[in-house]
């Protein structure tokens, strides 16, 4: 049974920065196509960024050049450092993993079969 764990999240004024950390077991996420979704209320789901298995990462134009989507593989902990937060960046934001590599960089939620809990960002 496939297990991912979001924390990091939190409260926090426009202009921080926050690090999202995603936990997973047991699988070994240096095969997978890992990402980071979030969620807004009454909004659609949405793809903030992605790795490969390459390493090889993709962000939405939103976040680009503020996010930094990393991995560990000898911990199998995906990670979201979020800098220069914005009040349009909160949302519920969401782990998640597909063994899908060849859609990986399209950044769609519908392709991604394992999802965590999701924790919680809100800036102010």
């Known amino acids: 049974h496939v297990q991912l764990v979001e924390s990091g999240g939190g409260s926090v004024q426009a202009g921080g920065s926050l690090r999202l950390s995603c936990g997973t077991s047991p699988i070994a996420i240096s095969l997978y196509c890992m990402g980071w979704f979030r969620q807004a209320p009454g909004a659609e789901r949405e793809g903030v960024a992605t790795v490969n298995n390459l390493g090889e990462a993709t962000y939405a134009d939103s976040v680009k050049d503020r996010f930094t989507i990393s991995k560990d593989n000898t911990k199998n902990t995906l990670y979201l450092q979020m800098n220069s937060l914005k009040p349009e960046d909160t949302a519920r934001y969401y782990c998640?993993?597909?063994?899908?590599?060849?859609?990986?960089?399209?950044?769609?939620?519908?392709?991604?079969?394992?999802w965590g809990q999701g924790t919680q960002v809100t800036v102010s």
């Open positions: 998640a993993a597909t063994t899908y590599g060849a859609r990986c960089a399209d950044l769609r939620h519908t392709d991604f079969g394992y």
